[in-house]
Every structure is written in C-alpha cells, then in structure tokens.
C-alpha cells in the first residue's frame, strides 16, 4: 500500500517477515554441511547485524526527544491505569457494601421515595395555583394591548388546566366560573374586533367633497398596492406560522392582525360561530357605514348646499361609499383566506367532526349584501317608489322616416276641440308656495335613507338625505356606478352574466327613467307648442294686443344674447332645443343608452317637425277648403323652386351659411340680368295667362309674415344645431374601439343616425321653403296691387287725375309694411335677397301691363310715370339702391309721348332698349288712344318696326 508516493508498511506484516528471515538463517546453519559455508553465512550475518545496530544509533540519536518524550508519557500512562484500576476495586467493594445496606433497608426507602414525589406535585400544583389567580390581571393587559393571540392562549390554557389538572380545587371554583366566562366573552371581543377591522377602519373620510383625487381608487390598484398597507389576499403568505410580538402594536400591520385574530378564534373552537357572525353582520355594518358617509357629507357641505352642487354631493356621497365598500371587501377577502388555511389544514374539529369549507360564507355572499345596500341606497335617492307609480314608458324604437317635405301640404283631419275647464287654483302664489313647502319637506328635510326594518334593525333613527330624492340623479352617478357593478360582476362570476345591482339599474333607466325623460321633454315641448298652434290657426284671438301674442312665441333679448343670435327665435324652437341638448347630454352621461336617447331625439325632431308643418299650413291656407296662397303653390312647385335655388341671389345665402361659392358660380352683371328677366317672365306668366285677378291667395296680414320669418330663422338656426351634432355622431358598425375613446359622444345605431340626418334634412328644406316663400309672397303682392293698376284705372281721363294709383300706394304701404316686419326678423343678407331684384319685377309687371290698357293720353301718361316714380322711391328707402329698372320703365311708357313712326326712326339710328314684343304694344296702346288711325297704318307701322328691328344691332 502506497501513500504520498510512499510504501507504507503494516507492523504486523513486518513482524512476521522479520520473523520468516530469521528462521530461514536457522534453518540454513542447521542444514549447512560445510563449515566455512557456515563461516560465511555466520560473516554475513555479523556484518549485517553491525549495520542494523550503527543504524539504530543513529535513529536513536536522531530521535532521542521524541523517544525520551513516549517513554515519559508511557510511564505516566501506565501509572495512571493502575490507580484506575485500584479505584475500580475499591469501588465495586463500595458497591457490594451498599447493595448488601439497601437491601437491608428497602421498605423505609420506598417510603421517602414516594413522600418525595407527593411533595414535587403539591409543588407544582401551588404554583399553577398561583399562575391562574394572575390569569385574569394578565389577560387584561394583553387585551388592553390587543394582543390576543397571547391572550387567548392563557385563557385557554388556563380553564384547561382548570378542568384537568386542578378539576379537585374547590377554592378555584370562583375562578374557574370567571375565566370560563372571560373565554366565552373573548370570543365576543374577537368578532367584534374583526367587524372593527373590517367596516370601522375603512377609509371614509378620505372620499369625502374636497378630497375627490384620494377617493377614486381603481380595482387593479387594490390589488397591485393593497389598501392601506394591506396586500392582495392572493400574496399573502398562509404556509408561515402565525406568532405575536409583544414589543409592537399589532394593529400596524391589519394582514397580520387579522390572521391573529382568526387564530385565535381557531385557539377558541369558535370558527363556524364567528363566521356565521360575521355573515350576520354584514348588512347592518353597511348600513352604518353608508349613515355614517351621510351625515360626514350633510357636515362638510352644510353651508353650500344648493341646487347646483347637490349632484355633485350624491357622486362624492357614493364615490366614497363605494371606496369604502371595496375596503370591506377586500378586508372580507383576507379574513375568508385565514378561515379557509385553518379548515384546509384538516385540524380543525368540533366534537370530533371536522369543519367543512360549506359551514363558512364566501364572497358572494358579501357582494350580494353590498348590492343589497346599494341598491337601496338607489331607491331612495332615485325617488323609485314615487316614480314607479307614475311610470312613463318611453318609446323603444323609432322607424326611420320616409315623410317627403312636401307632405306637409297634404290635407289634416281638423282636431275635435277640446273641453277646457273655467279656471283652476293650482297656478295661484298660494298653492304654488304650499305645495313647493310640503315637496321639499317631504322629499327632502325628512326623507328617510333606509326601510323602518333596516332601521330598527341597525339603531339609527331617520337621516337627511345629502340631496333631494329625484329620478335625474342617476345622471350624475351613473358612470361610476357602472364601473363599480363591472367590479362586483368580475369579482363574483355572476352565472347569468348581470348581477342583481346591474340588473335594478337597467330596469329602473328602461321602466322608469327614460319613461321619465319622454314625459317631461313631452311636456316641456306641448307646452311651448301648445299657445303657438292655436296662435297660428286663429291669429286673431288676441287682436287687439298683436304686440303681445307676437313676443309671446319669441325669446326675449336676453335669451337671444345668451344664445349668440341677431334674430328672434320662437319660444318653442328654443325649448326643444333646449330638451334635446340634455337628452344629447343624457347620451354622455348615460352611454349605454345612447340608443334610446337618441331614440327620443329623433321622435322629438319628427313631432315638432309635424308641428312646424301644421303651423306652416295654417298660415298658408287662405280658405277652409284644401287652397293655398299662391307663393306657397310655386315654392311647392319643382320647376319654380329648382330655378329660384340655381340664382346667384340663392348661393349666396348658401356661402353666408358657410358653403363658399365656385369660381364658375360667379356671374357678370349681364348674366344677373337675364336670370332676373327669366324669373320675371316665369312668375308673370303665371299670374297673367288668364284675365282674372288674384282675389284671396296672397297673405294679407303681414304679422303672419314675421311669423314665417321667425319660424325660418328658428328652423334654419336649430337645423344646424342638430346637423353639428349628427356631424358628431358615429355608427356602431363603422367605429374601431380607439375611434370609440376618442369620441365625444358613444357610437350609435346606423339605422337611428341616418334617421336622424334625414329629419336635419327635413327642417333644412323647411328653413329653405319659408325663404322662398317670402321671397314669392313680396313678389306675388306686387302682381296683387299692380295688375289692377292696368286693368281697372283709367289713363285717358281728365288733367286733375295725376296722382298715383291707390293700388300703387296700398303697394308701397304694404311693402313699407313688410321691410318693417322683415327688417326685424330676417338677418340682412336675407333681407336682401327678398327684396333684391324686386325692382325689375315691378317694372316688367307694369311694361308687360300696357296690353291691358284700352287707351292712353297724356295724362295718363303722366299717371304712369308718377306711379313708376312713388314706386321706386320706396324700393330706394328699402334696398338703399337707385333702381334704375324703375328709370327704364318710365322712358319706355315716356315714348308714348313720340309718334310711333319716331320711335322706329329713333330705333334705327339708335338701336332698340326694348324687346320688339315691348314697341309692339306700345305701338298698339298708341294706336287704341286714336282712334282715327286705320287698321292698315298699324299694320304697316308694325312691319316697319319689324324690319328695322330685325336690322339693327341691337334687335332680337
């Protein structure tokens, strides 16, 4: 065997070969026959032998400490063994000695033995005597701390001992019946120290008016964070021993404490007690959590509490309700997940059986009881009680519309009158102010916050309320209360998907609110449309104040500055505005149902569109029958209205409105010409085909005129209001989910937003029809006083008759009287264009009237031009402009004063002013005025006016 590179040699080993040698040099002297063999071997031997012994020197002297130090320590060795071993003698002689005593003496020793032991016990027994008197001294300490793990432990201990060890001591009777007592009590500490964990240590105060940026705390956060210190119950550490400290306050850390306190409850056998108890508790503990909330918000906001910031009290009311209903929760979370390591654990037993996980409530059981509360909490602030009883139901769908514009013509069945009572008391200052008194006493000052059942149930006597109780309140709080029911959806896996808290929300918005809301926009609307209707179907009930009922529908000016507009609105037009601009504000506060929003919207725009259409019919038709006035009749009719639309009088208004015109869209003044020559000659030929004269079809009351100017104004201001807010809305199918954060209002139905742009349309091309109706009614009345200015008057009578036509002066009042009206009603670019052109009108009425004239002299000549003159000074008052279409006019009915072969030399030299159908007639009124000339000569005359028309430049 090797080691280190060495050969290492066993001593027994080189015994025995040291024995071998020295035998085999025996054996070889013995069996050597030759002596000098044996000489040699004896030689080699000694010579051998003399090496090993100078070797052995020389280790010797090489080693002499080490051997001087083993045979010093041998010596000391082999004394010290024989005083052991002299010891060992003397003491088995000792102990045969005591064995040989003890046998002697047995009786007497089992005596003492067993005194000894009676006296170890009473010992012991005296000292836990002395331990449990302390017990209770102790245990009001550790609780006074609140350290009840240790607490729990002595009691326990304690009343253990009592019933075991120290069952006999009856001087301990008192004592045990009293920390008997103490045990069962603890458990009664235990729970409610966990209820004050759970619900008095929640965060209320951080959510209250004031301190809104603390109280809002999203769910992932609570469990990223944990609340307050707390971590999520699902970091929790459950495989750790649960210990104490005495040297810290356990409240510190609210995980760890709760964990202590359901061990101890665990150290009490009282886990199915205690959950049961805290089940028990948990919805008058809301309850007082939610009166509580209340009556910290009524003191915080005690001197602001008006109308404007009651909203805003409820969502801090609630906000901070339901903060701290996540914290109880949460703090739930953490107290199920100790319960469930004990009973997971399988040590936990009762009477030998062991506590199954189904004897403990579950977090369903917790958030079916917030719900609970809530949703009571809803129903008082929601008003639900009061409301259901009046419930109004709203519209579910709206189809879209396929009424034509011009449906509004049509012919209605008269409605039957309807009985109104003589008078009535409930709009007196006593009534009003009585009941006003008792509405907010009632629904205010002493409204009750919970059930008289819950109240008794919880202690608490009524409370104020931190707003009045109404069905709008839940615009306010709708959005948080979603986001909080989406927490609680989430939380408990709800089966069906809608938890009982989603599941009253949606009811009370479908059954209840958004019937509420279709009530009141109704009534708000039918009361501002109501007076307007029976205003518009007999304009003369109140003649004698026509002031009054014509301010009576149009918005004061300070509402008309407020709402940034330089004419009059009607009443009823601002009012549905105004209801729609909150059922548009209903569609953000509220965007799960935008659709039914939006719903009443476009059912609101149809109803007052109708009513806008009965208003505009009423005053269009002039006779019972199925007749209107005649500009009512051409803007209906297509050829009419598409031509009047394609002048550049007509774009123009569009770019006032925000449309710029085309470059190609721009026309010279030549072109302006012809087209009003155009429009002359449509309208005249349609007012003068037949010898008649208009009668009754034209508006004869000009107060109606100011209403249509009003009513296109309103219609054309909310059309476009209601286009810029269709402008903002957006599909459902056509929005990607970033389009749909990003918008100001929740996408929509397709179906319902295109309805909704066909009703813009509708009051677009309403606001249009009430201009071009104005525009053909100005018109129209100068056909109405001028054509019988030609067909009635007489221009051949005496010298004195050279004053202006009455018919020319009942137009000039009339149309003094319409600017008046129009001025004020009409914004001015459309001011002008009812009047703009109205001149050349007027002088191609009156030059196409000479055909109606039997004769003519120089008087009536004269007549003529004064009518011409009257007319064009009232047209310059009006449009500021010269008219020289008036100036045209009169030279033409001046050229009646030449001889008709001048004119036509006059044409010739100078080229013609007028069309050849113009000197045609005018030849004609000249030879009808004498009668002395011939057939023959006019008919000469009027080939010489053709052939030199015909040749001259200028001639058609």
Not at 221 to 234: M, S, Y
Not at 731 to 757: D, Q, W
Request: aromatic share 8%.
């Amino acid at each position: 065997m090797e080691k280190n590179g060495e050969k290492i040699v066993n001593p027994a080993a080189k015994g025995r070969e040291t024995s071998e040698f020295l035998m085999a040099i025996v054996r070889t002297l013995s069996t050597s026959a030759d002596f000098e063999q044996r000489e040699k071997e004896k030689a080699r031997i000694e010579k051998t032998f003399i090496q090993s012994d100078k070797r052995l020197g020389e280790l010797v002297s090489e080693n002499y400490q080490e051997l001087a130090q083993i045979t010093q320590d041998f010596s000391t060795i082999s004394k010290s063994v024989n005083e052991a071993r002299e010891k060992i003698k003397k003491i088995k002689d000792d102990l045969s000695s005591c064995k040989t005593l003890l046998h002697c003496k047995r009786d007497e020793l089992r005596r003492l033995w067993i005194e000894g032991v009676e006296q170890k016990t009473m010992v012991a027994m005296l000292d836990q005597i002395e331990q449990i008197k302390e017990v209770p001294t102790k245990l009001d300490n550790l609780l006074l701390k609140k350290h009840y793990l240790h607490g729990t432990e002595l009691v326990v201990n304690a009343v253990a001992k009592l019933e075991n060890q120290l069952v006999g001591v009856e001087a301990l009777r008192d004592l045990k019946a009293e920390l008997i007592t103490r045990k069962e009590q603890l458990h009664d500490v235990l729970i409610e120290e966990l209820n004050k964990q759970i619900y008095i240590k929640s965060p209320n105060l951080s959510s209250l008016p004031g301190k809104r940026g603390s109280s809002v705390m999203k769910q992932d956060t609570l469990k990223r964070k944990g609340i307050n210190g707390i971590p999520a119950p699902e970091k929790l550490e459950f495989g750790k021993e649960v210990k104490e400290d005495l040297n810290s306050n356990p409240e510190d850390d609210p995980a760890h404490f709760i964990a202590i306190l359901v061990e101890s409850l665990y150290m009490l056998r009282k886990i199915p007690e205690a959950a049961e108890g805290l089940k028990v508790k948990i919805q008058p503990e809301l309850s007082a959590i939610v009166a509580r909330t209340s009556q910290a918000i009524l003191e915080s906001s005690s001197n602001q509490m008006d109308s404007s910031s009651q909203s805003q009290c409820l969502l801090d009311f609630l906000e901070s309700i339901f903060h701290q209903f996540r914290f109880v929760a949460h703090m739930h979370k953490v107290v199920l997940r100790n319960l469930h390591k004990i009973i997971i654990s399988g040590v936990f037993t009762v009477s030998g059986v062991p506590v199954r996980q189904e004897c403990l409530y579950d977090m369903t059981d917790v958030w079916s009881k917030i719900q609970a509360v809530v949703e009571l909490l809803l129903r008082e602030y929601l008003d639900v009680e009061n409301t259901a009883a009046s419930r109004q139901r709203a519209p579910t769908s709206f189809d879209e519309p396929s009424t034509d514009i011009n449906s509004f013509f049509a012919k209605k069945r008269p409605a039957k009158p309807k009985k109104m009572a003589l008078f009535r008391f409930d709009a007196s200052i006593h009534a009003i102010s009585t009941n006003s008194y008792v509405d907010d006493s009632r629904a205010f000052d002493t409204g009750d916050l919970f059930s008289s059942s819950l109240l008794a149930e919880m202690g608490l006597e009524k409370n104020q309320m931190v707003c009045k109780p109404s069905v709008y309140n839940i615009t306010a709080i709708f959005k948080p209360l979603e986001s909080f029911i989406r927490e609680i959806e989430d939380a408990i896996a709800c089966p069906d998907g809608t938890s009982s808290l989603q599941a009253f929300v949606t009811d009370f918005v479908q059954n209840i609110f958004l019937g509420q809301v279709h009530y009141t926009v109704l009534t708000s609307i039918g009361s501002a449309t109501k007076d307007l209707i029976r205003y518009y179907k007999n304009p003369q009930m109140d003649e004698e104040d026509e002031s009054f009922d014509a301010l009576r529908h149009v918005v004061d000016h300070k509402t008309q500055k407020e709402l940034g507009v330089s004419r009059p609105l009607l009443t009823s037009t601002v009012t549905v505005d105004k209801n729609l601009q909150e059922l548009r504000e209903l569609m953000q506060d509220l965007p799960d149902y935008a659709d039914q929003f939006l719903n009443m919207i476009c059912n609101t725009l149809k109803e007052y569109k109708d009513t806008c259409h009965s208003a505009y019919r009423e005053i269009v038709q002039y006779d019972s029958d199925d007749r209107r006035v005649i500009s009512a009749m051409w803007a209906k009719d297509e050829d009419i209205s598409r031509f009047l639309r394609s002048l550049p009088s007509w774009r123009s208004l569009q770019s006032s409105s925000g449309q710029e015109l085309a470059t190609d869209d721009v026309c010279s003044e030549e072109e302006i010409k012809a087209l009003n020559s155009k429009e002359a000659q449509i309208l005249i030929s349609n007012l003068t085909s037949s010898d008649g004269l208009i009668q009754q079809e034209i508006i004869t009351d000009v107060t109606q005129m100011r209403t249509i100017a009003n009513v296109h104004e309103s219609v054309e201001w909310f059309s476009n209001r209601m286009k810029d807010f269709s402008n903002r809305l957006c599909a459902r199918t056509n929005t990607t989910p970033a389009e749909t954060a990003a918008a100001e209002y929740p996408p929509v139905s397709e179906k319902t937003l295109s309805s909704l742009r066909n009703l813009v349309k509708d009051f677009q091309d309403l606001a249009e029809i009430c201009l071009l109706l104005l525009h053909l009614e100005v018109r129209v009345h100068c056909f109405y006083f001028l054509l019988p200015v030609a067909k009635q008057s007489n221009y051949a009578g005496p010298i004195d008759d050279l004053d202006p036509d009455s018919n020319v002066l009942k137009l000039n009042k009339d149309l003094s009287s319409m600017e008046e009206v129009l001025q004020q009603s009409l914004q001015p670019k459309k001011f002008k264009y009812i009047f703009e052109s109205l001149g050349f009108l007027v002088a191609s009425i009156l030059m196409n009237s000479i055909q109606y004239m039997k004769k003519i002299n120089e008087n009536g000549i004269k007549k003529m031009c004064r009518n011409l003159f009257a007319i064009q000074q009232n047209l310059t008052n009006i449009t500021m402009s010269r008219e020289p279409d008036l100036d045209h006019a009169r030279q033409y009915y001046e050229l009646l004063y030449i001889n008709p072969d001048d004119v036509i030399t006059m044409i010739a030299e100078k080229g013609s002013q007028y069309t050849f159908q113009e000197y045609t007639e005018l030849i004609k009124l000249h030879h009808r005025s004498h009668a002395a000339l011939s057939p023959s000569q006019l008919e000469n005359r009027m080939q010489k006016l053709k052939d030199v028309f015909f040749k001259t430049p200028n001639g058609d």
